[in-house]
């Protein structure tokens, strides 16, 4: 039980401030959505380039 409290409460305290500094950034969310899915593309990249140096070093 004191474990799940734990957990809760982190869980809590971590949306908490990430949602206080999403609302104190300067930007508007168009930009943020537009980084996020930059992102999101370059780690695609990363993982399929890994991937396949994965599979060309098993044959």
Do not use: E, Y
């Not at 950034?25 to 695609?44: A, E, N, Y």
């Amino acid at each position: 039980m004191n474990c799940d409290t734990g957990f809760w409460c982190g869980m809590t305290a971590g949306m908490v401030a990430g949602i206080a500094v999403g609302v104190m950034l300067p930007r508007g969310r168009g930009s943020m959505k537009t980084q996020v899915g930059k992102r999101i593309q370059k780690m695609g990249a990363a993982v399929d380039h890994t991937v396949d140096n994965l599979i060309s070093n098993l044959r």
